[in-house]
Every structure is written in C-alpha cells, then in structure tokens.
C-alpha cells in the first residue's frame, strides 16, 4: 500500500480540450490529509472540496469554496464494501454538483465495470447512492 499524496487532473467538456494540464481545478477530491494539506490551495474560488473525513480529522481551511466532509472510509465498512469508499464520494459529488441521475449512472456503470464483474454493479450503485444521500 502507497502513501503521501497523488493527483490527477481530468478535464470534462463537450469542446476539444487544449491541455490535459489542470492548474486550478474547480473539484478536489482528498481521500488523506497529506493530499489536502497539498492539493487545498490549488481550488479555483467558488469550487468543491470533497474530503474522507474518517481520514481526515481537520477542516478545510478556505472560506471561498464549498466544502463537503464525508465519512466515506466509516460508511463504506459498516455497509459492506470496504473498498468503496470512493464511490461514496463519486455519490456526493454528482448530487452536489446537479449531475446525478438514475439513467445516467446505469450507462455509466454498465460502460465501466465488464461482464466478468457483473456482481459489482449493485454494491458500486449502492455505494453511490448511499453518498449521493448523504
């Protein structure tokens, strides 16, 4: 198992994308504190803060973006995938940022996880509603 900190930048658009070069990202997504302590200070003003507070026991310190505390880790155990606590976050993230919707996340999923890991299409949708109602 690796820690610090690691990022990645994804650029969604229905334009051709220049750069796949993110500076100023409008979302952070911080599953540990070292990637907050790194990564907090890069959000454009106005953006998201998704952070796994069950690993994370500060709050974000900045007061021009929105910030969403979520016991992802905590609430992925106690419901029976442990591995999911990502999912959670995916799960508030597009509640939060009005992009949730039952269709969609049916067509997302079933375009990501293949036919040899059908049975891991229920718990990943329960792990994403269960974020998305948070």
């Known amino acids: 198992m690796r820690g610090g900190t690691a990022s990645c930048g994804v650029i969604i658009s229905d334009e051709p994308v ?7 990202p409008d979302v952070l997504v911080a599953m540990n504190l070292p990637s907050l302590d790194r990564f907090e200070k890069q959000v454009a003003p106005g953006g998201y ?23 992802a880790t905590k609430l992925a155990g106690e419901n029976g995938f442990p591995t999911l606590a990502n999912m959670i976050i995916v799960g508030k993230i597009l509640k939060e940022l009005g992009e949730y919707s039952d269709d969609s996340l049916k067509a997302a999923l079933a375009k990501v996880i293949s036919a040899k890991h059908a049975d891991m299409m229920e718990v990943n949708r329960k792990a994403i509603d269960l974020g998305a109602n948070l």
């Not at 220049?18 to 100023?24: A, C, K, L, Q």
């Not at 952070?51 to 505390?69: C, G, H, Q, W």
């Open 18 to 24: 220049g750069s796949p070069i993110v500076n100023t």
């Open 49 to 71: 803060i998704f952070y796994d507070s069950s690993l994370i026991e500060r709050k974000v310190e900045r007061t021009d973006v929105k910030a969403f505390p979520i016991p």
